[in-house]
C-alpha cells in the first residue's frame, strides 16, 4: 500500500541547507562524483552494462552524472529567486496582473495564498495582435514545483522544440514555487488562471490557444483543465493540452523514488521529489485529493489531451494510469505517446541527457496530434 505525506512546512533545519553544511556537502560531492567518473567512463563501455542497452555511451555516462549531481543539489534546497526584472529577456519578458476576483473560486480560495503579480517570458517575440490566428502555446515548466522560471535559462530548449513542430508562439509564466514562502498549492494553479486569462485579454480566442506542460507543468496543466470542468462557466476552455513526462502523483512509491522499477535509468532522484511533496501539498489537504495526485481521480474534459512519457522514466506508470483512467470517461479523447527507452522529460532536458533525436520525434508527434483534430 502507498503511504501518504502532507504537510507545506520545509524541512530547513537540516545540517546541509545551511552554512557551513552546504559547504561540507558541496566540497563532498564534487570528490564524490570526480572519484566516481573514471570507474563510470569504463564502466559503461561495453552496451550491456549501460542501463539500457539502447543507450549511446553519452546517454549512460550523462544519466550517471546528472543524477549524482542533482541528488547532491537538491538535498541543499537551494532557495531559488523569482524576479519581475526583464533581464536578459527584456521585452520578451512581461509582468501579469491577477484576474477578476472571481475567477477564483472553490479550491482556489485560500486564506493565506492569494493571486499575485507574476512574469512570464514569449517565445520567439511577443505576441502581436495582427497573429491572432496563430497557435500559442501556453507552457509550463517543470521542475517539480520548486524550481524553474520559465526563462531561456531553463525554458528555451522547450520552446524551441514547441515553435518548430507545435505551435508558433510559446508564452511561459514564472508561477509560484513551493520551495519559497506563500508557493504551496494553489499557488501555481492560481498563477495559471492569471496566465490564461492575460492570454485571452490579448485577444487570442480559446481555439487557438495549447495548454502545455512538462514534468510538474504537466500536474499544473491537469489542474487547469479540472478546474475549468469544475467551473465550466468561467472560461473558454483551450484547443487540446499536452503533457510531457507529467509529474502527476504526490503519494510516495512506498516512500522512495529509488524503489521504481526505472529508477536506474533516469535521473530524478528522492531529495528533489521528497523537496517537492514536503513544499506543495497544504497541511489539511491529502496527498490523495483529484487536485494534488490526479490519477486515479478521471474526470470528464472537453479538451483533447496528448500525454508523452519515456519508457526508461520513474514517472512511466504514473502517466500511463492518467491516462487508461481518463479514457474510461465517455466524451474525453486521450492519446499516449510512449518514448520507448528515454529517461525524464526529454523536451527539457533532451540536450542535456543526449536525447534530441528522440525529443524532436516527440515534440513530432505532439505536432501531428494537433494537426489531426
Avoid at 530547513?12 to 570528490?31: C, D, E, M, R
Avoid at 514562502?181 to 492575460?198: E, N
Avoid at 502527476?248 to 522512495?256: A, E, K, T
Wanted: glycine fraction near 8%.
Amino acid at each position: 500500500m502507498r503511504t501518504q505525506t502532507r504537510g507545506s512546512t520545509l524541512s530547513t533545519n537540516s545540517f546541509i541547507t545551511q552554512q557551513p553544511g552546504k559547504a561540507i556537502w558541496t566540497l563532498y560531492a564534487v570528490i564524490s562524483i570526480i572519484v566516481r567518473l573514471p570507474f563510470w567512463l569504463f564502466y559503461f563501455i561495453p552496451r550491456a552494462l549501460r542501463p539500457q542497452p539502447q543507450w549511446t555511451y553519452r546517454q549512460a555516462i550523462t544519466n550517471k552524472v546528472v543524477k549524482a549531481g542533482t541528488y547532491f543539489l537538491f538535498s541543499m534546497r537551494v532557495t531559488p529567486t523569482l524576479s519581475l526584472d526583464p533581464g536578459k529577456e527584456k521585452e520578451r519578458f512581461v509582468v501579469l496582473e491577477p484576474a477578476p476576483a472571481d475567477l477564483y473560486q472553490g479550491v482556489l480560495e485560500d486564506k493565506i495564498i492569494s493571486p499575485v503579480k507574476i512574469g512570464g517570458t514569449w517565445y520567439p517575440v511577443p505576441y502581436h495582435e495582427s497573429e491572432a490566428r496563430e497557435r500559442v502555446i501556453l507552457h509550463f515548466h517543470g521542475g517539480a514545483y520548486a524550481l524553474g522560471t520559465g526563462r531561456g535559462e531553463d525554458t528555451g530548449y522547450v520552446a524551441k522544440l514547441l515553435i518548430q513542430y507545435v505551435g508558433s508562439k510559446v508564452f511561459a509564466p514564472q508561477y509560484r514555487l513551493c520551495s519559497v514562502p506563500g508557493g504551496r498549492f494553489p499557488a501555481a494553479l492560481q498563477d495559471a488562471i492569471t496566465s490564461y486569462k492575460y492570454l485571452l485579454d490579448l485577444g487570442i480566442p480559446s481555439p487557438s490557444i495549447v495548454l502545455s506542460g512538462d514534468s510538474a507543468g504537466g500536474h499544473l496543466v491537469i489542474g487547469l483543465l479540472r478546474y475549468f470542468s469544475d467551473h465550466k462557466s468561467l472560461l473558454p476552455v483551450p484547443s487540446a493540452a499536452l503533457l510531457w513526462s507529467a509529474y502527476l502523483d504526490f503519494v510516495p512509491y512506498y516512500g522512495s523514488v529509488e524503489s521504481h522499477h526505472n529508477y536506474a535509468t533516469d535521473f530524478l532522484s528522492r531529495p528533489l521529489m521528497d523537496w517537492s511533496r514536503e513544499g506543495f501539498v497544504p497541511e489539511l489537504m491529502r496527498s490523495t485529493d483529484p487536485y494534488i495526485s490526479p490519477p486515479r481521480h478521471p474526470f470528464a474534459t472537453d479538451t483533447p489531451l496528448w500525454v508523452g512519457v519515456s519508457g526508461g522514466e520513474v514517472l512511466e506508470d504514473e502517466n500511463i494510469e492518467f491516462v487508461t483512467n481518463m479514457k474510461r470517461i465517455d466524451g474525453n479523447r486521450v492519446e499516449l505517446y510512449a518514448e520507448p527507452h528515454a529517461c525524464h522529460d526529454i523536451l527539457g532536458f533532451g540536450n542535456v541527457m543526449g536525447f534530441e533525436t528522440e525529443a524532436k520525434r516527440m515534440a513530432s508527434v505532439a505536432g501531428t496530434f494537433l494537426h489531426n483534430l
